[in-house]
């Protein structure tokens, strides 16, 4: 199977103040980073080459992976394309994928390289139907979805398209010899325009699976809570679903006054007499929920104490030193297919 390159230089600045103390892709999700999801797919497809591009906060990043991967060193950033060509060499010659680390999908990476040997061209994107496309960059194609153009978050009343680029692309080697002669080079205003403007052929895939960048707090929630639903499908949750309780080893929820699903609960997770959880509901790992607290709709960062008799709403609520409340990658790694 082809190499691979994970995104992970981002500052992650939308994600304050979770990023004040940690990359953007090594916010967790569930019982691992965001960033830990997306390396478990690609081994999950038989994809064990992965190289990431670090920046900010590199050895969390470095510490947390170990040597599962390989990275390479931005002390300036280089941006969303200078990164991978700085990475150049772990492709060698041949085709290469690039997901982003904070992308949560559960994307058929087969189907998607079987897409790009068919179309022959130099790349091929992953897009997706959208019905807000001001939120989005759009993607025009011709009928046999060859790209023909794009549109900045163009308002729906002026959109030419509504399949949203997802930042997950197959690039062939010769896309380097699109690349403008400048350190900082970006996909969407310096390489896709320089391949429309030499006619050469690339294209689309569009994805019937889940896709979220959690590039922001309110996405970050939305992906958190289509884990537990089942809406998308992780390795590391097989048990999930609209009702689902799963309850971590060391944990219970014996003394729980009230619990409806769908709620996660980590290991070690401390509940109080009289406690209420509604669903969608996280409780990371080393939690400790005090006696007649009630939590709705919410994520509990590892490592966090609700006071007793707090009500928590809508929140994304923890406490410094997530890093360290962690579970270590020796304990989620799932295995290569």
Sequence with gaps: MLPAMVLAAGLGTRLRPLTFELPKPMVPLLDRPAMAHTVDLLHHHGIDRIVANLHYFPDTIRDYFGDELTYVQ?????????????????????????????????????????????????????????????????????????????????????????????????????????FPDTPFVDWANDVFPALLA????????????????????????????????????????????????????????????????PVWVGRDVEIGAGVRLQGPLVLGDGVVVGEGAAIKRSIVLPGTTIQANTILIEAITGSTGIVASLRPRTDTRLSAS
Excluded at 217 to 233: I, W
Aim: proline content about 4%; glycine content about 10%.
């Design 74 to 178: 931005e002390a300036e950033l280089l941006g969303t394309a200078g990164g991978v060509r700085n990475a150049k060499d772990f492709f060698g010659d041949e085709p290469f994928l690039v997901l982003s680390g904070d992308a949560l999908t559960d994307l058929d990476v087969s189907k998607l390289v079987e897409r790009h040997e068919a179309a022959g061209g130099v790349a091929t994107l992953c897009v997706k139907r959208v019905t807000e496309t001001s939120e989005y960059g759009v993607v025009l194609t011709d009928e046999d979805g060859r790209i023909t153009g794009f549109q900045e978050k163009p308002d729906p009343a002026e959109a030419l398209s509504d399949l949203a680029n997802c930042g997950m692309y197959i690039f062939s080697p010769e896309i380097f010899d699109y």
């Design 198 to 261: 030499a006619d050469v052929p690339f294209h689309v895939y569009e994805m019937d699976e889940y896709w979220n960048d959690v590039g922001a707090l309110d996405e970050l929630r939305n992906g958190t809570f289509d884990a537990l639903s089942g809406a998308l499908r992780l390795e590391a949750l097989p048990d999930a679903g609209p009702d689902a309780i799963m309850v971590g080893t060391g944990s219970s929820l014996d003394a729980a006054a009230l619990v409806e699903g």
